[in-house]
């Protein structure tokens, strides 16, 4: 069975500890992500950087439900997002090397885990969902859409911006009342 985790964690204490978070976030936990099938997978490791602050390596695994953009069908899109935390109290300098790492502001002692695992998964989510192959098979709404045969304008019909040609030193276009032709 595997084990539910706790909303709040402490990121400096568990650092110090070098512990290990595996267990599941319930989809009643996130508001955000309306199409959850499943729990969320949660794998994190913690660790301390060379100057103390602590650090948070591991990888999410969730099933969300979309619309495909192309078809219009339900899918359901796998999201395994590898995160890199470090956390930053507001009086810490800021870290001089540039790593991995996505900073994350500790106020306090506690931070809000269930709140970061639901913003990276937010970000993985794909802008446009599709599925992997060709939609538009019987049944779908590409199927059922047809194309719009292309409008050609009148015969003799004056081109609006014809006058514009004699501005530019040039001869008016086809389309125009005297039937020359432009450069």
């Not at 539910?4 to 955000?32: F, K, M, N, Q, Y």
């Not at 959850?36 to 990888?59: K, M, N, Y």
């Not at 931070?111 to 019987?138: I, K, Q, S, W």
Request: net charge negative.
């Amino acid at each position: 069975m595997t084990q539910t985790i706790t909303r709040h964690i402490e990121p400096v204490l568990l650092a110090r500890r070098g512990a290990s978070i595996v267990g599941v976030v319930e989809p009643a936990l996130c508001d955000r992500l309306a199409g959850l099938q499943a729990p969320i997978t949660v794998d994190l490791r913690f660790e301390g950087d060379t100057e103390g602050r602590p650090l948070a390596s591991g990888l999410l695994e969730a099933r969300v439900e979309s619309r495909c953009e192309r078809c219009l069908q339900p899918m359901e899109i796998a999201l395994a997002p590898a995160v890199h935390w470090r956390f930053l109290r507001p009086s810490d300098p800021p870290p001089a090397e540039v790593a991995p790492f996505e900073d994350v502001d500790l106020d306090g002692t506690e931070v809000d885990l269930v709140t970061l695992v639901e913003d990276e998964l937010l970000l993985a989510l794909p802008p446009f969902p599709r599925h992997a192959y060709a939609c538009g098979e019987e049944g779908t709404a590409r199927h059922f859409i047809k194309p719009q045969p292309t409008a050609e304008p009148a015969p003799g019909r004056k081109r609006p911006f014809s006058g514009l040609a004699s501005l530019l030193g040039r001869q008016p276009g086809p389309g125009t009342d005297d039937g020359q032709e432009s450069n």
